[in-house]
């Protein structure tokens, strides 16, 4: 897979609502990620920026590298101050030993590792920061839980991808002192976000557009009924942020 693959891409349809209603890593998760020492920083597979702006406000350098020019097209209008640049986790437009971390945000597992790996060394000066970071709603919450479920119904003939949650480096790669940690949060959205959000998945986008308008309509109803959502202006939603880092070796 030596680009996003065609399910990966699908993303830039909706790519005015993904950035409005997909939530963004917890910064504590961006800190812990993050080296000391300040230097480049490269937001890899970086969509519409939700991470790119979180780095933007802390690193005086950032570049953002996407695939899809309708991402990278909200992405530039969001971040206007950032190098955006078309490219992949496989073919990263840079050059060697240009970056101090390399970050991927809820993405890793569009990439090839075979190939990502290799460049993302590549661009790495030693002791480098290669992170990894997959920010999703906290289905610890019984809420949240049984709110996914009610999607899973409706939907129970297309397969939901969910993240594997970790990264499988290949034999000989350049990288030590891998760590994980799990961070946290909540972000807050109105109940009609809420249903928003769970239409900017693939899942959703690769429905026929009557199932899409079948189960938008099934699931505001579901919230709108809810006991803990229907009579709330605003919503706490949890999110969990797994985090895996590793060092690039000299």
Same mark, same amino acid.
Request: glycine content about 8%; aromatic content about 6%.
């Given at each position: 897979?030596?680009?996003?693959? @065609?399910?990966?891409?699908?993303?830039?349809?909706?790519?005015?609502?993904?950035?409005?209603?997909?939530?963004?890593?917890?910064?504590?998760?961006?800190?812990? #990620?993050?080296?000391?020492?300040?230097?480049?920083?490269?937001?890899?597979? $970086? /969509?519409?920026? $939700? +991470?790119?702006? +979180?780095?933007?406000?802390?690193?005086?350098?950032?570049?953002?590298?996407?695939?899809?020019?309708?991402?990278?097209?909200?992405?530039?209008?969001?971040?206007?101050?950032?190098?955006?640049?078309?490219?992949? /986790?496989?073919?990263?437009?840079?050059? &060697?030993?240009?970056?101090?971390?390399?970050?991927?945000?809820?993405? %890793?597992?569009?990439? =090839?590792?075979? +190939?990502?790996?290799?460049?993302?060394?590549?661009?790495?000066?030693?002791?480098?920061?290669?992170?990894?970071? %997959?920010?999703?709603?906290?289905?610890?919450?019984?809420?949240?839980?049984?709110? &996914?479920?009610?999607?899973?119904?409706?939907?129970? &003939?297309? @397969?939901?991808?969910?993240?594997?949650?970790?990264? =499988?480096?290949? &034999?000989? $790669?350049?990288?030590?002192?891998?760590?994980?940690?799990?961070?946290? /949060?909540?972000?807050?959205?109105?109940?009609?976000?809420?249903?928003?959000?769970?239409?900017?998945?693939?899942?959703?986008?690769?429905?026929?557009?009557?199932?899409?308008?079948?189960?938008?309509?099934?699931?505001?109803?579901?919230? $709108?009924?809810? @006991? #803990?959502?229907?009579?709330?202006?605003?919503?706490? +939603?949890? #999110?969990?942020?797994?985090?895996?880092?590793?060092?690039?070796?000299?």
């Amino acid at each position: 897979m030596g680009e996003r693959s @065609p399910s990966g891409m699908s993303f830039g349809r909706s790519a005015v609502d993904y950035d409005r209603l997909r939530p963004g890593p917890p910064r504590a998760a961006v800190d812990w #990620l993050l080296p000391g020492g300040g230097g480049g920083v490269v937001d890899l597979a $970086a /969509g519409t920026g $939700a +991470l790119t702006r +979180l780095l933007s406000a802390r690193c005086r350098q950032v570049t953002a590298v996407e695939p899809d020019a309708r991402m990278r097209a909200v992405l530039t209008d969001r971040c206007p101050e950032v190098r955006t640049l078309a490219g992949s /986790g496989e073919h990263l437009p840079l050059a &060697d030993a240009c970056a101090h971390a390399v970050l991927v945000s809820s993405a %890793w597992h569009w990439l =090839d590792p075979a +190939l990502a790996v290799v460049e993302i060394a590549r661009v790495l000066v030693p002791g480098g920061r290669f992170g990894v970071l %997959w920010t999703r709603r906290d289905d610890d919450v019984p809420w949240v839980a049984e709110l &996914d479920a009610f999607v899973r119904g409706l939907v129970r &003939d297309i @397969p939901l991808r969910e993240p594997c949650y970790q990264v =499988d480096l290949p &034999d000989g $790669a350049p990288f030590t002192e891998v760590r994980t940690c799990v961070v946290r /949060g909540t972000v807050e959205r109105t109940p009609e976000e809420l249903v928003g959000l769970y239409t900017t998945y693939g899942f959703f986008l690769r429905l026929p557009e009557a199932e899409q308008r079948r189960v938008r309509a099934r699931l505001a109803d579901h919230v $709108a009924r809810h @006991p #803990l959502l229907a009579a709330a202006s605003r919503v706490a +939603l949890p #999110l969990r942020s797994v985090c895996w880092r590793a060092t690039r070796t000299g």
